[in-house]
């Protein structure tokens, strides 16, 4: 990568507030489509049937999916800046294409793509700002970047009221949508930097594709990581794409209410389980190397009752108690989404931290996306969600003895110099 400006504080927190916008915008497009899926169905017919939309939430995930080790590795071998910013702009021009489509083959096509833009943020935005918090501020720091994810997906349930608006509609939020993306790629671009390297860090230290694999793959810790970062995406993309229709089906409220409901309260629930799993995570730190291990283990431990009440609030026939469940979901949400990169950080070096993260998106976003595709599916065949949601509760208690078995190890060159 160039050089850039040393690793200050006020430049590795300048990094953190300029990617939060795109955060936002990466999980905005996402949650528009769940809060508006029944004024698309309507307004493009030939989707008809419910697998049918599971398809297209799917067929996106497996896009990101397969092309998220690619977009690492091209973030690890070259610049980050270029891609996070090039992934910006691609992302609003779909995302504005998205609001001008007219068939379900068109939409999936539409998706695909978005598919394809999206692929190559996370890994490179996570990796830059964990090259820039080398320790002390490093849960935090991602954890403020989550902050974006978490009101991206808020803003987004909030636009069933915008699809339901006869002034504006679903394809005007897309198109407005990737106009915001499109104007401020150019400022990031301008700002965003990436972190100079000690004088020692040669080209030849960044591996070969086969061999980031075989480093990666070769190291037990990573296996562990990537099945525990998956097994939890099963109910996480089920809640992000299916709760608003859920909400809207089992308890007869309005497309509007059900898409807020449905994000608003669990996702401030995921920005306080961010902000404090953070915090909690970098001082535990400062007594055991298996502190950030040991918050998202709590994290996980938060879902497994979650999913079981959020499946069986529905018999209640009481919106609140669902809203309750997803509100603690979010809780342990956030203790776990904002620790994933910085457990990765202790088991992978700089150099290929990127690519494991694209590595991890590749298994769990593919996973996710059948859980999307055999959601819709049992759906169609009136499973009860009670039956659905504790399958998920099972897979978050497999999760807690996986991360409870990582054993971190020093992988960073020195300690991080940023004020806390």
């Known amino acids: 990568m160039s050089q850039q400006p040393s690793n200050t504080a006020t430049t590795a927190w300048m990094v953190v507030a300029l990617l939060i916008p795109v955060a936002l915008l990466n999980y905005l497009d996402r949650q528009m489509l769940a809060a508006m899926k029944f004024s698309v169905m309507k307004d493009i017919p030939d989707i008809g049937r419910e697998a049918n939309w599971g398809m297209i939430l799917a067929l996106f995930k497996w896009v990101y999916a397969f092309l998220s080790p690619v977009g690492g590795y091209l973030a690890d071998r070259f610049s980050r800046r270029h891609v996070i910013a090039g992934s910006l702009f691609v992302w609003s021009a779909v995302t504005w294409a998205t609001g001008h489509v007219t068939s379900y083959e068109q ?30 501020t490093r849960s935090r720091a991602v954890g403020f970047h989550q902050m974006g994810i978490y009101a991206g997906v808020i803003i987004g349930g909030f636009t069933g009221y ?18 915001v993306g499109i104007l401020y790629a150019f400022p990031l671009f301008y700002f ?26 070769g190291t037990p810790a990573f296996i562990l990581l990537v099945l525990y970062f998956t097994l939890p995406a099963l109910a996480g993309w089920v809640v992000r794409d299916w709760m608003p229709a859920i909400l809207k089906a089992e308890f007869k409220i309005g497309q509007g209410k059900a898409g807020v409901s449905a994000t608003l309260y669990w996702q401030l629930a995921a920005i306080v389980g961010a902000v404090l799993g953070g915090w909690l995570a970098d001082r535990w730190m400062q007594r055991t190397q298996r502190g950030r291990i040991y918050v998202s283990a709590i994290g996980m431990a938060l879902i497994v009752p979650a999913m079981f009440g959020v499946g069986y609030a529905p018999q209640t026939g009481m919106l609140w108690v669902a809203i309750a469940f997803l509100m603690l979901f979010g809780l342990g949400w956030g203790f776990f989404d904002g620790n994933n990169m910085p457990i990765l ?22 996973c996710g996306g059948l859980a999307d595709w055999g959601f819709g599916i049992l759906r169609d065949k009136q499973v009860p969600l009670f039956g659905i949601f504790g399958i998920f509760a099972s897979a978050a208690i497999v999760s807690i003895v996986l991360v409870l078995m990582i054993k971190p190890r020093i992988t960073d060159p020195t300690p991080a110099p940023i004020g806390h």
């Open 107 to 136: 939409l999936l096509t539409a998706r695909a793509l978005m598919g394809i833009s999206e692929a190559f943020y996370i890994p490179a935005a996570l990796a830059l700002i964990s090259d820039f918090h080398l320790g002390p």
């Open 162 to 179: 915008v699809a339901d608006s006869p002034a504006l509609g679903w394809r005007w939020a897309f198109s407005t949508g990737g106009l």
């Open 192 to 217: 965003l930097r990436n972190p100079e390297r000690p004088n020692g860090t040669a080209q030849a230290s960044r591996p070969t594709p086969g061999g980031a694999l075989r480093e990666l793959l």
């Open 345 to 366: 950080c202790q088991i992978a070096r700089p150099e290929l931290r990127a690519t494991g993260y694209g590595i991890m998106n590749l298994v769990s976003i593919g």
